[in-house]
């Protein structure tokens, strides 16, 4: 063969068949494969990359050869020594993109990867229309392997500025699967990116895919943060709502649907502190309080102690008439429990009678109606449980929100241009999630739109007043409570109950002054409540305590049973007291009482022991043994540094602080959050929130305190914006070790922000050890974001 002519890079096209018999001349096998590999060339004038591994055999057009060095006659002899020779499938990109199209439209997902792929090897992103079908077809499978290669492709076109190449639409579509499908962080990044390429999404699409997110902990943490960063957009009439040009953004504004849902997740979670940084941003933007919104602001103020704000509240909560009988139980609930935590027993007391005495009218009421109208049909229900209250009012959705559910079609959702359908999705959505917080209702309960206590108000009332030592309040209290609620028997009253359950905890004192105040208010009870005391006595070997409950019982007439004076017995004979022995035994003799006496008190503590029946008993002792004592002053401290940090009085704050301590009250994790939040809202207080973080580390090594999720974020927010990385990497190791969600996107953000061009060069030749441990911590802190 002559000899061709020497070019710097000669491209020559041979058919597969040629190719393949010009190498088998040389030798080769029949399975000769071109290995991946980069080079430089050309081709049509493009760049050419990366070529993916393919076999000779397979090629269905034409070859291109291309050589890439300098000098080389390409003879036919030398086709297998040529060093750098590539050898490439040609396909014409235009094909290429119909077939990708061709197998979305069949559901052929991996062979439209597979070729998506080749066209991204060979000519980079196909036209606009193939990427954006690839989105939405991999965004309606619901797949996680496809979304988060839909995903992948969206960051790949954002990092290589390809922006153009993505619509709005689609990102809207698949941002909303991904939330769907459980996967919040690429969900939220999705809203982030379009929100930063100023394709502004309407808040009917945004709230929709929040409200997917806030089912789980981590999504609702983002649904708060999302909710912060695009109401800050609006903050103090930043937007002019009369620019035509403003419209779109407009449109993205948060409304008080979005509102509630990221509310409500923070408190299905525990993020209360984040609920009320979106509580305080809210008039800032202008948003307008609905029924549901007061009644989750009443949650916030109550799990954040904030028991000024629910007074204030309770005023529009009176004058409401459209709030429903379960919205009403909640708000109370909320008040009486944030009295139970500053250790108001008055006002909590005070709350339990007035419901007693007006469900006590109501039934009078009632039954007053039913005698005058005998005949009329029955139209007042009984008595409503909860879990019929939710069925009703929430259109018995329940709990039925599904991520297996098949996500609205495309076609559907692109001529839903006021994302109508979406919309509807939140709101069904927000329902399920009020519906759980109505669910943590335990105080109050409702009959006939009347708020009646529960038992549990009666157990943690009783616990808060034994441990104030209030024994003298809690019997008024509860003679007072039984005349209104008017039990069954004295012996079922929640008075002699509470004897019960103090006589089993060994609080005998407390017992016996509870008789007494029942006994001095002319409440008479059985010889059992006398028998357990006296027995309880006797195995304490309390001789004078003994005297005086056996003059006290024959005083009030009553006849102790045979196990009660076998009790006496025993005890005299083990103190040789044997003539009062005789005394006690000649007494039961001729009281002819039978020795089979009745052990209603050991049947019962048995009972709770066993985990029998939950009654009040069983309740109380539970909740005395296992319950925490509440430190009411510590909410009372929070409240007034809160309020200090809150208008930027930081000096006030560190004295409140100091005072604090001083008598004893122990700061929690609300009192450093409180803390570091003020320091971080007036600037460069970074000293003092580093001597904060050392406090608290001493003492969540020295205590079994643990610090939430929330205060740990406003720390690393802090360090990472004053450039504290060694600070900031322990924060971050305290999370994880925690298995705490951490918003990567927010610090990456942050980083890029402030500190884009640190330590970016080589390092300097000459380092003090100090300015060595700063920059390995700032460069472990950005390959912790993945910047590196």
């Not at 609205?408 to 917080?437: G, H, M, P, Q, W």
């Amino acid at each position: 063969m002559p000899s061709i002519r020497k070019l710097r890079c000669q491209v020559v096209a041979l058919s597969p068949r040629v190719l393949f018999s010009l190498l088998s001349d040389r030798g080769h096998e029949s399975r000769t494969r071109v290995s991946r590999c980069r080079m430089l060339g050309s081709w049509s004038c493009r760049p050419v990359y990366e070529f993916v591994e393919s076999s000779l055999t397979s090629l269905n057009g034409p070859t291109i050869v291309v050589g890439i060095q300098d000098g080389f006659d390409l003879q036919r002899d030398s086709f297998s020594t040529l060093a750098g020779t590539i050898l490439v499938q040609a396909r014409d990109p235009a094909k290429l993109c119909m077939e990708i199209g061709n197998a979305i439209d069949e559901h052929r997902y991996n062979d439209a990867w597979k070729l998506f792929e080749q066209h991204m090897h060979m000519d980079g992103f196909p036209r606009k229309s193939i990427v954006n079908k690839l989105l939405v077809s991999y965004a309606t499978s619901l797949d996680v392997q496809w979304l988060e290669k839909a995903y992948g492709l969206v960051e790949q076109a954002i990092e290589e500025g390809k922006q153009n190449q993505l619509e709005k639409e689609p990102l809207i579509y698949l941002s909303f699967a991904l939330a769907k499908c459980d996967l919040p962080v690429p969900a939220s990044t999705v809203l982030r990116k379009l929100i930063q390429m100023e394709q502004y999404p309407p808040v009917t699409a945004w709230s929709a895919i929040l409200a997917r997110m806030s089912l789980a902990a981590p999504g609702a943490y983002l649904a708060a943060e999302l909710i912060l960063e695009i109401g800050y957009l609006f903050q103090d009439g930043r937007v002019d709502p009369r620019k035509k040009i403003n419209a779109p953004l407009i449109a993205m504004k948060p409304n008080t649907s979005a509102v509630n849902i990221a509310l409500t997740g923070c408190l299905l979670f525990g993020t209360t502190r984040k609920a009320e940084q979106l509580l305080d941003m809210m008039p800032r933007i202008g948003i307008r309080a609905d029924t549901n919104l007061l009644i989750i602001m009443a949650h916030i103020f109550e799990r954040n102690g904030r028991r000024e704000e629910l007074r204030k509240l309770q005023r529009h909560i009176d004058e409401s008439h459209s709030l429903t009988d379960t919205q009403f139980r909640q708000f109370y609930n909320c008040l009486l429990t944030c009295h139970l935590k500053f250790g108001d027993l008055d006002a909590a007391s005070n709350m339990v009678l007035i419901m007693l005495r007006k469900a006590k009218e109501a039934r009078n009421s009632f039954a007053t109606a039913a005698l005058l109208f005998p005949n009329e049909k029955k139209s007042s229900p009984g008595p409503v449980s909860l879990e019929s209250l939710n069925h009703k009012e929430l259109g018995g959705l329940g709990n039925n929100i599904s991520n297996k559910d098949p996500v609205i079609s495309y076609e559907d959702f692109s001529r839903d241009r006021k994302f109508l359908k979406l919309d509807t999705e939140a709101k069904k959505v927000l329902n399920t999630l009020l519906a759980k917080l109505q669910m943590q209702v335990e105080l109050i309960t409702t009959e006939r739109g009347i708020l009646q206590p529960t038992e549990k108000i009666y157990v943690k009332l009783v616990k808060a007043f034994l441990e104030a030592g209030k024994t003298q309040e809690l019997a008024a209290f509860l003679i007072k409570a039984e005349k209104e609620d008017s039990p069954a028997s004295n012996d079922d009253s929640t008075l002699v109950h509470v004897i019960n359950s103090c006589i089993s905890l060994g609080w005998l004192d407390q017992a016996h002054d509870l008789l007494d105040e029942m006994r001095l208010a002319g409440i008479r009870t059985s010889s059992s409540v006398y028998g357990s005391l006296l027995k309880a006595y006797c195995k304490a070997n309390r001789t004078g305590e003994v005297t005086a409950l056996l003059r006290d019982a024959r005083r009030a007439g009553i006849q102790l049973d045979s196990s009660s004076y076998n009790a006496l017995i025993e005890s005299r004979v083990i103190q040789k007291d044997t003539k009062e022995a005789l005394h006690l035994f000649k007494e039961m003799k001729s009281a002819k009482i039978p020795r089979t006496g009745h052990q209603e008190f050991e049947m019962l503590v048995k009972g709770c022991a066993e985990g029998g029946e939950a009654g009040l008993m069983a309740k109380l002792l539970r909740e005395i043994t296992e319950g925490q004592a509440v430190d009411s002053g510590v909410h009372d401290w929070n409240n007034v540094i809160h309020f200090f940090c809150k208008k930027r009085l930081m000096q006030d704050a560190e004295k409140a602080l100091k005072k604090m301590r001083s008598l004893g009250h122990a700061p929690n994790a609300q009192t450093f959050h409180s803390m570091v939040t003020g320091y971080a809202a007036i600037g460069g207080k970074y000293i003092e929130v580093t001597e904060l973080w050392g406090e608290m580390k001493s003492i969540a090594s020295a205590t079994s305190m643990k610090f939430d999720q929330e205060l740990l974020d406003s720390v690393l927010y802090t360090f990472v914006r004053g450039g504290f990385f060694t600070r900031a990497n322990e924060v971050v190791d305290m999370m994880e070790k925690g298995k705490m969600f951490i918003d990567k996107y927010k610090y990456r953000t942050l980083f890029l922000k402030y500190h884009k061009t640190l330590y970016k060069g080589k390092a300097p030749k000459i380092q003090t050890e100090t300015q060595l441990k700063k920059r390995e911590a700032a460069l472990n802190f950005k390959e912790w974001l993945g910047l590196n």
